[in-house]
């Protein structure tokens, strides 16, 4: 059976044919998680459960009480922290900062903010060229009075996308091919980034022809992945920083240790 191909699975073969081979070839998958993703994830739920929740009047300090125990009941053995001269506390208090700037960009003094709120957590799935898709949207939001639609994804990182490249991002992009292919476009769909950490929004619209580019571009790369699949000799590892995130040590053939990182102990 053919693959169903995410951003995540394509980013992966990006950054590492190794990793891609452990995980997607042979299906390796591990509980292990980086306490940055778990930070990202505890802030994901969070802002999922304030639109699903739909309560217009929250304040911030009901937020923090949603994250505080989102942080504490989702706890498991095997969150590990990368950068030792970090504490926990440290990561903890980044998830609250990221709160605090979409509460103040998204919530206060707008008691209408979940008014063109479409759902969270959105799945998405569609075929081009006989190659399936999927993909999961953090928020989609829908002004009748424009007939737009907006794809929110919420970042937690540190690196900021440029305009430029977000108008042809293929994470995005995705998105916004499934959504292309889904309802009746009148409107350029517009695509926004919320960088949680600096309160920053990107926001761009990509035109048609963009929107072909991701096509394209999209077809061509699952083709190539699959087309690589079948010969061992195409997965090789690509030793770089990122490795340094990479739980998959013990199975890649360029190490001999497991990751050094250190998992947090409760
Ligand atoms: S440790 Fe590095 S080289 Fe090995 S699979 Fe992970 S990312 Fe790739």
Redesign the pocket.
């Known amino acids: 059976m053919s693959p169903r191909f995410s951003y995540s699975r394509i980013n992966t073969f990006n950054n ?1 044919r ?2 891609y081979r ?1 995980n997607y070839i042979k299906g390796i998958r591990k509980d292990n998680e980086n306490i940055e993703a778990y930070l990202g994830s505890c802030v994901h739920y969070v802002i999922e459960e304030i639109y699903n929740n739909a309560n217009s009047s929250i304040n911030f300090d009901e937020i923090v009480y949603m994250y505080k125990k989102s942080w504490d009941d989702n706890w498991h053995d095997s969150i590990y922290l990368i950068d030792g001269r970090k504490k926990v506390s440290q990561y903890y208090s980044l998830g609250i900062e990221c709160l605090k700037n979409f509460y103040k960009r998204n919530i206060e003094n707008n008691s209408s903010f979940l008014k063109n709120a479409l759902g969270s957590e959105v799945e998405v799935e569609f075929s081009m060229d006989g190659i399936d898709f999927r993909g999961i949207i953090d928020r989609l939001d829908f002004d009748s009075q424009a007939s737009q639609y907006t794809i929110n994804d919420y970042k937690t990182s540190k690196r900021i996308i440029s305009p430029k490249k977000a108008q042809r991002d293929l994470q995005l992009g995705l998105y916004l091919v499934a959504i292309h292919q889904k309802f009746d476009i009148e409107n350029p769909v517009i695509l926004k980034w919320h960088f949680l950490r600096y309160g920053v929004d990107i926001v761009v619209s990509p035109e048609m022809e963009d929107v072909d580019f991701i096509k394209n571009k999209l077809v061509k790369k699952a083709k190539a992945i699959l087309d690589m699949s079948s010969d061992r000799e195409n997965f090789y ?3 770089n920083i ?2 340094n995130w ?1 739980h ?2 013990e199975e ?1 053939t ?2 001999d240790t497991s990751n050094p990182a250190k998992r947090i102990l409760k």
Do not use: D, M, T, V
Request: charged share 20%.
């Open positions: 590492c190794e990793a452990i590892p690509n030793e990122l490795c990479c998959y040590w890649c360029a190490k």
